[in-house]
């Protein structure tokens, strides 16, 4: 595996990877790898000849008050994981590299898909995703890059940016990891304690009761919210930030549970903030039981 | 000459011609083509394989109040000149090809660089300049983009988010094109008649003092500027946007007149509104005599 730290050097990799007839796979990270990012490098090994990997914590995405300084590193358990799933670049930049002086330009996505969820608890969170992914992609210049579901809003903002500046690369969105007792895989699991781990399960235990409660033809947005709000603050004691349904496509607010709807969560556990989501399908449903994955709730 | 009028032809046109070997020229204009744009053209001709030109009034950088709806147009005469002038590509996309409906992204270049000049005179001309110019170096692929310095601080600006951006293509600035009387050529001269013409050549007459006055020597901005005025309002009855003599790299604000100056104007000539500059350098240059090459000056 090649590691690579500037940008003119990572550019001259890909122009002269795409010369030789390469199609390149981009995975975007802010490291601090784990099982859901390497669900990402995977599926690019499998279809992409070379496979691009940055870890990049990206200071523009990070609010004043956030955890921009403590965010969890460990660069050499990254390059050996990394290593082990075939990547053939490490694309490392450092923040000079990214954000040299006077830098100055920003890409946003703007409208209801940016508001809402995240953009209305992080402001500016967003329009720091898409400019280091604009910047990252036209460094990589990948053929497809792979983002993950556990950040569905992120995943839409950016599939929204392509479209709109006709970006080259395909997007692909891979399902939420999680660990075997329903937490999403998330580089800020670290954070928690044992004890505020078993809380933070009450998460997808809320999702997963949402999702049970619409496949029961359940259409009332609010009855299923306050369910899910029994669970995280009932039996979790967490402390919410949002919980949404929205429609899945866009991010558009709905009176009522229909078509493809994104169920979304975030709390925080004391300090630590988490999010994940579920996304439901109830186009042609008619009632069903819903057997639920989530230990707790069983 | 081939004539595209879709992004996902003209993408597959760069694609291809990539593909092939080919490097691509691009000039992007909102038409009513004349010499100045044809300047641009002919620099792509010598030094690129493919030449591409857009043709596009691109509404999102006009404001509510300005000429968006009367701008000049003439597809039929613009493509015979682009015929003239060895072009390969014309492409016209229109308003739904560029921003179809739901489109909400923007790229935008802040600071100085942005704030000062039209970036005060016109709000949001900058972002919607440098939105569809991202979009077009997307969808066109250029090696190389030529720009005029008529519109000196939209190339700055691009420039800035070339190198922000990390985007690929080379740009190139040529200088700005004359008719035998000085007025810089404009698509927005037209709406003069002969009488606003004639009062209109007191801007480059007015450049042209600054100019001398500089290689004379003068080091005082505000006296520079207030002999600008006397021929602008005095001489040409003309409303004044602004005068400003900037540093010429980054359009910084600058006490007395150092290194490379741009000497920037624009006004208004009755309801048409019209800019042009000059960029003076004064490094190591020690008081020299100055031959105006206005007319109206001499």
């Known amino acids: 595996m090649e590691i690579i730290r500037t940008v003119e050097l990572m550019k001259q990799y890909s122009r002269q990877a795409k010369l030789d007839g390469n199609t390149i796979g981009f995975v975007a990270t802010m490291g601090y790898l784990h099982t859901g990012h390497m669900s990402l490098v995977k599926q690019a090994r499998s279809e992409c000849d070379k496979v691009v990997v940055s870890v990049f914590v990206n200071p523009v995405q990070f609010g004043p008050d956030e955890d921009l300084g403590k965010y969890p590193r460990d660069i050499k358990h990254d390059e050996v994981m990394l290593e082990e799933f075939g990547t ?72 929204k940016m392509v479209k709109d500046l006709n970006m080259a690369t395909k997007v692909r969105v891979m399902p939420v990891v999680r660990d075997e007792d329903g937490l999403a895989m998330s580089s800020r699991n670290k954070y928690l304690s044992s004890s505020q781990r078993h809380r933070a399960l009450n ?71 988490l999010i994940d989501n579920l996304l439901v399908s109830c186009k042609n449903t008619r009632a069903q039981e819903h057997k639920s994955t989530c230990d707790m709730c069983s």
Chains 1, 2 share one sequence.
Do not use: W
Not at 206 to 230: F, G, H, P, Q, W
């Open 88 to 159: 053939d670049v490490l694309f490392v930049p450092d923040d000079d590299q990214m954000y040299p002086d006077g830098y100055s330009t920003y890409v946003q996505v703007e409208g209801i898909v940016a508001s809402v969820l995240c953009g209305a608890s992080r402001p500016g969170h967003f329009r720091g995703v898409t400019t280091v992914v604009a910047k990252l992609f036209n460094i990589v210049d990948p053929d497809i890059s792979y983002f993950g579901q556990k950040d569905a809003q992120q995943a839409i903002i950016i599939e």
């Open 203 to 273: 998460i997808f235990c809320s999702l997963e009761k949402a999702k049970s409660l619409i496949l029961k033809d359940v259409r009332n947005i609010d009855e299923i919210k306050k369910e899910m709000k029994m669970i995280l603050v009932g039996a979790g004691n967490l402390s919410i930030d949002y919980i949404e349904i929205l429609d899945a496509k866009d991010l558009g607010s709905i009176d009522k549970i229909k078509g493809d709807v994104l169920v979304a969560v975030a709390v925080h556990v004391d300090r630590v903030r």
